[in-house]
């Protein structure tokens, strides 16, 4: 089993593909000599080959393992600083499970596979706990956002909310597409307050107009952003992040 770079990946990804679940699932024949295994890595969903350049050696991998947040925790990233706290968990539904456990022995070898989940259902006193919970993330983040994570099309999703089916696959996979789809809307909103607060030290140095001329963003429309009266597009947070020479850290070492 080889492991995929995020970076390089994401230097070809094209503009329907969506980032981290859309790196390959490399995988190899068996070779003493790592050089030849990597000559021979593919993808083990799709059969394409998977470039050698794409792939990370142990020591790149376990490189940056030191500065991994520490998920149990509060106040356990990277960069912060004092004392940390343990994550209060509160149980939103009770799961049945079975005695096959998912088969994780067989993913631990061949990578995880979503096929592989045995679903049970919840507890049928919490079913439509779980569909009004399921509700109102397809409200916050979209139908084709939520059916995407969990991997449901859009007219399953809508069976379910419309209580037409209690799938048991179906609302589980939705359901544990839920806290996802909020990891992913929290990081898109940190990364986009990043951006704008390197672009504001930018102007600070260079001026609005001429950070907007060189973004070839329409001035107005910068300013109304950076004031907060209308919201960033994706097409416009990437050319303010290119401006930014770099990105947010450059522009915020540059303003200091």
Same mark, same amino acid.
């Given at each position: 089993?080889?492991?995929?770079?995020?970076?390089a990946?994401?230097?070809h990804?094209?503009?329907?593909?969506d980032?981290?679940?859309?790196?390959?699932?490399a995988?190899? *024949?068996? &070779? =003493?000599?790592?050089i030849?295994?990597?000559?021979h890595? %593919?993808d083990?969903?799709?059969?394409?080959p !998977?470039p050698? $350049?794409l792939l990370k050696?142990?020591?790149?991998?376990?490189a940056?393992? +030191?500065?991994?947040?520490?998920?149990? %925790?509060q106040?356990a &990233?990277?960069?912060d600083?004092?004392?940390? =706290?343990?994550?209060h968990v509160?149980?939103?539904?009770?799961?049945y499970?079975?005695k096959?456990a998912?088969?994780?022995e067989e993913q631990?070898f !061949? #990578?995880a596979d979503?096929?592989?989940?045995v679903?049970?259902? !919840?507890?049928p006193?919490d079913?439509?706990?779980v @569909?009004?919970?399921?509700?109102?993330? !397809?409200?916050?983040y979209?139908?084709?956002t /939520?059916?995407? @994570?969990? +991997?449901v099309?859009?007219q399953?999703?809508?069976?379910? /909310?419309?209580?037409?089916?209690?799938?048991?696959?179906?609302?589980?996979?939705?359901?544990?597409?839920? *806290? @996802?789809?909020?990891?992913q809307h929290?990081?898109?909103?940190? +990364?986009?307050?990043?951006v /704008?607060e390197?672009?504001?030290?930018?102007?600070?140095?260079?001026g609005t107009?001429?950070?907007?001329r060189?973004?070839?963003?329409d +001035? $107005?429309?910068?300013?109304?952003v950076l &004031? #907060?009266?209308r919201?960033? $597009?994706a097409?416009m947070?990437a050319k303010?992040?290119?401006?930014? &020479?770099?990105? *947010?850290?450059?522009?915020?070492? $540059?303003?200091?």
């Amino acid at each position: 089993m080889f492991q995929t770079s995020t970076a390089a990946w994401r230097s070809h990804l094209t503009d329907d593909v969506d980032g981290f679940e859309d790196l390959p699932r490399a995988i190899a *024949p068996y &070779d =003493k000599d790592p050089i030849k295994a990597a000559q021979h890595c %593919f993808d083990r969903d799709t059969g394409k080959p !998977v470039p050698a $350049s794409l792939l990370k050696t142990y020591a790149q991998a376990l490189a940056q393992y +030191h500065l991994h947040p520490e998920s149990k %925790f509060q106040n356990a &990233d990277w960069t912060d600083r004092g004392e940390t =706290k343990r994550w209060h968990v509160r149980a939103e539904f009770i799961e049945y499970i079975g005695k096959e456990a998912n088969r994780w022995e067989e993913q631990l070898f !061949v #990578g995880a596979d979503p096929e592989a989940q045995v679903y049970y259902s !919840v507890e049928p006193s919490d079913t439509e706990s779980v @569909i009004q919970m399921i509700e109102t993330a !397809v409200k916050t983040y979209s139908v084709e956002t /939520l059916g995407r @994570i969990a +991997h449901v099309s859009r007219q399953s999703v809508h069976a379910l /909310l419309n209580r037409e089916t209690s799938g048991a696959r179906t609302l589980m996979r939705l359901a544990r597409g839920v *806290p @996802i789809a909020e990891r992913q809307h929290r990081e898109r909103i940190e +990364h986009e307050t990043a951006v /704008l607060e390197a672009v504001s030290a930018r102007c600070a140095i260079e001026g609005t107009r001429p950070f907007a001329r060189r973004a070839g963003i329409d +001035h $107005s429309n910068l300013l109304a952003v950076l &004031d #907060g009266r209308r919201a960033v $597009s994706a097409a416009m947070l990437a050319k303010l992040e290119a401006a930014c &020479d770099g990105g *947010p850290a450059a522009a915020t070492e $540059s303003g200091t």
